[in-house]
């Protein structure tokens, strides 16, 4: 029995070593490609950086937006995000103390690739929510 994934068409033939189109040969490609990914990964990093696409964001408002987040998970993902270049934490002179974060130059850079995720959520996302709700409801039937 042979399954369809929709993914037939996006193989290709594995290349021998050489130089083809397919197959990058620079290993600092793949370095670039580990750095952005690990400044990308983790729990909360890209509904952080979503959120703050719409401006500068106190940390409590941060925190009830992404409503189930604690507040330690919140505070080691910011780090991380303002330790690889992200996002920018600024005090403001108010009393009491606030705190404010906002996206800076490097991450407004992503918008990109922010809008391509949009566009495959927007394209593949209710179908894999539909392909799954049918197959619980098959399930149910049998």
């Not at 108010?94 to 927007?122: I, N």
Request: charged residues 25%; aromatic residues 6%.
């Amino acid at each position: 029995m042979k399954i369809e994934t929709g993914m037939e068409n996006n193989t290709s033939d594995v290349c021998d070593g050489g130089d083809c189109d397919s197959c990058p040969t620079d290993p600092t490609l793949l370095i670039d490609s580990k750095q952005a990914i690990h400044a990308l990964s983790g729990k909360w990093k890209l509904e952080i950086l979503f959120t703050l696409m719409h401006g500068g964001v106190r940390f409590g408002a941060l925190r009830r937006a992404l409503v189930p987040i604690t507040q330690h998970m919140l505070t080691a993902q910011l780090r991380e995000l303002e330790r690889d270049g992200l996002v920018a934490r600024k005090v403001l002179a108010e009393k009491p103390l606030q705190v404010e974060y906002e996206l800076t130059d490097s991450a407004w850079g992503l918008t990109p690739a922010f809008r391509e995720l949009l566009a495959w959520s927007k394209t593949y996302g209710p179908r894999r929510s539909a392909l799954a709700s049918e197959t619980t409801v098959g399930a149910g039937l049998a």
